[in-house]
């Protein structure tokens, strides 16, 4: 990176300014428009389940699923303060739907803040993003640790196993913010809603119903949710560096894709594709990432990825510093052999 790459960035985030601009009414549009579209859905797999059979029953999980990642993109864009224009009510917002997508608001905000403050950057990895070794540190592992690190980036783990981990075991017990006792109470609060609404449900449709009703809704939400995720930073052109090369601005135009996908998954997934633009100024609403690239397009060929360029991506695993690009296995071992 050179001081005129860093400079360039910058002179972005400049000009992006006048598109953090939250919208009070358009908020509440949003999330009524989701919440109800979520709430339908649910209605329906239940309708199923009852009328039909349970595999119609799990086909319409798959939409309430998705509604429920575009939920959690609302509490997300409460995390930084871009729905509404209220801190208050942004945060307030934020801590109810995470009764709905099972991600507690404060706890998930602490960490997420993290990933944004220290995004490409090599020496702040593990704070909300998926772990990534660089190759010379997979070489110098011992065989539990390269073992471990090979199971955890398999795609059963990561985005099968790995979500179903995360909302009913560590989003229920942050054990890494237990000493922060705001947070934990305030997560601990979240598991009482969830646990009660849980209740209410089980006693409206029945416990079979409910659990076959929406746990598969969770896991298919979170799945979507992950994969998401991994695409916005392990693709084949990102970029990792370590100060004092590392710039977070750079970081974030150059370090995040822009995953251009057909506009109905564009708007289920809340336009956060667009996460170069979203890590470059975190405060534009979700909505207002469109206008964005409409009003700059040349922004729209950094990190440009379709869905079946992205399904290539799960092959790299490994951060190769010489060849300052992501990698697979294989390639690692034949690096090490030249």
Not at 60 to 74: E, H, K, S, T, Y
Request: with cysteine; hydrophobic share 45%; charged share 20%.
């Amino acid at each position: 990176m050179t001081h005129s790459d860093a400079q360039l960035e910058k002179a972005w985030s400049s000009r992006l300014a006048p598109y953090r601009r939250a919208s009070n009414a358009r908020a509440f549009v949003e999330l009524a428009l989701t919440m109800g579209l979520f709430l339908a859905s649910w209605g329906l797999s239940w309708a199923a389940y009852t009328y039909v059979g349970l595999l119609a029953s799990l086909l319409a999980a798959v939409p309430a699923g998705a509604l429920m990642v575009r939920l959690f993109i609302l509490q997300h864009d409460c995390g930084h303060g871009s729905l509404f224009k209220s801190r208050k009510m942004n945060h307030w917002v934020g801590r109810v739907l995470g009764v709905f997508t099972m991600t507690p608001y404060d706890s998930w905000r602490d960490s997420h803040a993290r990933h944004h403050a220290g995004s490409g950057n090599l020496h702040t990895r593990g704070f909300g993003d998926i772990d990534t070794m660089t190759v010379s540190e997979y070489i110098q592992s011992n065989r539990w640790e390269k073992f471990k690190y090979r199971l955890y980036r398999h795609p059963v783990v990561l985005f099968g196993l790995g979500p179903a981990y995360m909302f009913f075991l560590r989003h229920r017990v942050p054990l890494a913010l237990v000493k922060d006792r705001t947070i934990w109470v305030s997560t601990m609060l979240t598991n009482l809603a969830i646990a009660v609404a849980f209740l209410i449900m089980m006693y409206w449709v029945g416990i079979a119903a409910f659990l076959w009703i929406h746990l598969p809704m969770v896991l298919v939400g979170g799945s979507i949710g992950m994969w998401l995720f991994y695409v916005q930073h392990q693709f084949d052109d990102t970029l990792w560096d370590a100060p004092p090369d590392w710039d977070r601005d750079v970081a974030a135009l150059h370090g995040s894709s822009y995953y251009d996908l057909p506009k109905p998954l564009m708007w289920l997934s809340g336009n956060i594709g667009i996460h170069h633009v979203h890590h470059l100024s975190s405060r534009i609403p979700f909505h207002q990432l469109p206008k964005v690239l409409r009003d700059f397009p040349e922004l729209k060929k950094l990190g440009r990825i379709t869905f079946w360029q992205s399904l290539r991506t799960i092959r790299l695993a490994l951060w190769c510093e010489q060849e300052r690009r992501l990698v697979s296995f294989r390639e690692a071992r034949l690096l090490r052999s030249a």
